[in-house]
């Protein structure tokens, strides 16, 4: 992307530690639904941006769309899962 070599492993050490906080976000509140839709939209988002950026990327095993979209359902069936959970008396 035309980054200096230090300021690219800045953005990688902040972008690595922001993933975690919100990775920590559902150890904290597992039940909370929009956490699920952030994370739906953000995979999505990521997806895009590689697909624009490094096509190369979706070729291998374990690529950006398998593992994407994997992640992508499970957070879909979570969001099912607690609407039911709620909905139950």
């Given at each position: ?15 690595g ?5 919100f ?14 839709q ?9 997806l ?7 096509p ?7 690529n ?7 992640m992508?359902?499970?957070?879909m069936l ?7 959970k709620?909905q139950?008396?």
């Amino acid at each position: 992307m035309g980054l200096e070599l230090a300021l690219a492993k800045i953005c990688v050490a902040l972008s690595g530690m922001i993933e975690m906080m919100f990775g920590c976000t559902f150890v904290i509140w597992p039940r909370a639904i929009i956490l699920h839709q952030l994370n739906i939209l953000g995979l999505a988002g990521l997806l895009l941006l590689i697909m624009l950026t490094n096509p190369l990327q979706l070729t291998p095993a374990f690529n950006p769309v398998v593992m994407n979209m994997a992640m992508i359902v499970i957070s879909m069936l979570a969001i099912q899962i607690l609407k039911l959970k709620n909905q139950q008396p």
